[in-house]
């Protein structure tokens, strides 16, 4: 059942789907200092809106009565979170990214805003080499980054060959779309399921080098070989839903899981829920989606899209 949760995986395939899309966003850049910061100003008002409302949030709750607890169904996973005193100065240091105690998934935020900063330089090296030569370079940052990019207690350059690799699909669109449908079909599963349980055979740094050149093998796939039936449930009207609340989604889904987990230890501890792990899990998901999807459709729409709305009127 971990193969099915595996938040690891969903990850890197977020990092290189977001190469992906700076790809389109630099592709109207033109080089120099006033459109540089212009860029970077663009990236901070479509990020930081809803991820201060975010920590906002958690922090309310935490200085609201909402301390850290232990519990003895807990898993250590749940307790390694939320284990810290909420000062004025500790909210200030993770509404700057320096700290990344609140909001759970805010250490992946921290990476994307570093990779916006080199991103545009990065997107002028893809641009001067060809496509195998690009290939060669997300190699090269890839070794890179079990060495010179991995400096201690600091892990968030490891994740920049990821984005690399999203942000030169575009140039491989011929090989794409040169690929056999049978072989497709006869190796995608596989890798599918490589892509999925690797990190468990290995670790996080290893399986996620895996995880992003499959992602970056199905993105591709997806993307150049739109007429593959297997893709074609990607265009259902509830998943575009999805797909256009999912960073206000991808912010919230860990607080609502985690109070949620909370709330259930706290006023039912009589349950043991070691027996039932399955239907624990299964309830806490379909739970935390009826709250998590609304609230992330009101952020989507009142916080995220606001800046447009003020530049709109203005």
């Known amino acids: 059942m971990m193969i099915l949760g595996n938040g690891g995986t969903a990850v890197s395939m977020f990092f290189v789907m977001s190469g992906f899309v700076l790809n389109f966003s630099l592709s109207k850049f033109t080089w120099g200092l006033g459109n540089y910061f212009r860029f970077l100003y663009k990236r901070f008002v479509r990020l930081y809106p809803a991820f201060f409302f975010t920590i906002l949030l958690i922090s309310l709750a935490r200085w609201l009565g909402f301390d850290y607890q232990t519990f003895p169904h807990a898993s250590t996973w749940y307790h390694w979170w939320m284990n810290f005193d909420l000062s004025l100065k500790e909210f200030f240091l993770n509404t700057i990214f320096v700290n990344i105690n609140l909001g759970g998934v805010t250490w992946t935020l921290r990476v994307i805003v570093l990779v916006s900063i080199f991103a545009p330089a990065l997107y002028y090296i893809s641009k001067k080499l060809t496509t195998w030569q690009n290939l060669f370079f997300a190699i090269t940052l890839t070794y890179l980054s079990f060495n010179l990019l991995n400096f201690p207690n600091f892990r968030d350059f490891r994740y920049l060959y990821m ?111 070691s027996e039932h792990y399955l239907a624990t899990h299964f309830f806490l998901l379909l739970l935390s989606s009826l709250i998590t999807i609304p609230l992330s459709w009101l952020v989507y729409n009142y916080i995220e899209k606001l800046p447009d709305r003020l530049t709109t009127k203005s």
Request: aromatic share 28%; hydrophobic share 50%; no cysteine.
């Open 163 to 273: 984005f690399y690799l999203g942000l030169i699909i575009p140039q491989f669109e011929f090989f794409f779309k040169s690929i056999p449908r049978w072989l497709i079909y006869l190796f995608l599963p596989f890798l599918l399921y490589i892509m999925f349980t690797i990190r468990y055979q290995t670790n996080e740094y290893k399986g996620g080098v895996w995880e992003s050149y499959i992602s970056w093998l199905f993105l591709g796939l997806v993307i150049y070989q739109s007429g593959l039936k297997i893709f074609s449930f990607l265009t259902k009207s509830w998943l575009v839903f999805i797909g256009k609340i999912s960073y206000s989604l991808y912010l919230l889904h860990f607080t609502v899981l985690y109070t949620l987990a909370r709330v259930i230890f706290q006023f039912f501890p009589q349950i043991n829920y």
